[in-house]
């Protein structure tokens, strides 16, 4: 049970490359978000998914696409990367939205030059 | 004004010292999250509760719904506890989004 896991753990980007950040859950969980860290910052979340085939804006969405693309699989794209995007990316799980216990993937460090 | 507050920003204790994080917020909420995130980065949920009294190892997490506050215990404090503890709430009018607290960095030294 490999809980939530993320790839790439690292990457470095280009200012205007694009690139795509994979989560798979095996936890057969419903929800599933995505959130950035910035240095000496909390999380704030980019998108959730709340179930399978649904996929709504959170906190800073601006600049990222996602793909709920199963129920295992919620995927984030940079279309054109920013060096404002540069930050730990966390994807998380949870059974359900409020009342869930959020689990969380090991993250991907980002950078943007 | 952020909706949930942490208390205090920093903390540095001895080892085998009694900790207490607080987590007062500003917003109706039905439950709170606590989560450490280590060092290297990880993220791991704690607890959620949304009243009364949750333990688990040395951890405790209280409750007061009515007063607006939470707060997370560590009896006998090992240096593997530092880490960074985090209180998450989602308000009432939201089933998927948690407004974050800023966080507590503790540090247990030997």
């Known amino acids: 049970n490999a809980g939530v896991t993320q790839t790439p753990k690292f990457q470095v980007l280009k200012t205007g490359q694009s690139m795509t950040l994979q989560c798979a859950q095996d936890?057969?969980?419903?929800?599933m978000y995505w959130y950035r860290q910035d240095p000496g910052m909390g999380l704030r979340l980019i998108y959730y998914s709340a179930s399978e085939g649904t996929t709504d804006k959170g906190e800073v969405p601006n600049g990222y696409n996602v793909s709920r693309l199963n129920k295992r699989e919620f995927s984030l794209r940079l279309e054109s990367a920013a060096p404002s995007q540069t930050s730990v990316y966390f994807c998380?799980?949870?059974?359900?939205?409020?009342?869930?216990?959020?689990?969380f993937g090991p993250g991907t460090r980002l950078t943007v030059t | 004004k952020n909706e949930v507050e942490q208390s205090p920003q920093n903390l540095t204790a001895q080892e085998g010292e009694f900790i207490t994080i607080n987590c007062s917020y500003s917003v109706g909420i039905s439950a709170l999250h606590w989560l450490q995130q280590h060092p290297g980065g990880g993220i791991v949920s704690l607890f959620m509760?949304?009243?009364?009294?949750k333990k688990h190892g040395r951890l405790i997490a209280t409750i007061n719904i009515q007063e607006k506050h939470s707060s997370l215990h560590i009896t006998a404090s090992h240096p593997r506890d530092s880490a960074v503890y985090i209180c998450?709430?989602?308000?009432?009018?939201?089933?998927?989004?948690?407004?974050w607290g800023a966080g507590t960095k503790l540090i247990i030294k030997p």
């Open positions: 509760l949304s009243s009364g009294k």
């Open positions: 998450a709430a989602p308000p009432m009018d939201s089933n998927y989004q948690l407004i």
């Open positions: 998380a799980s949870s059974e359900d939205g409020r009342w869930g216990e959020q689990y």
């Open positions: 936890m057969n969980h419903n929800s």
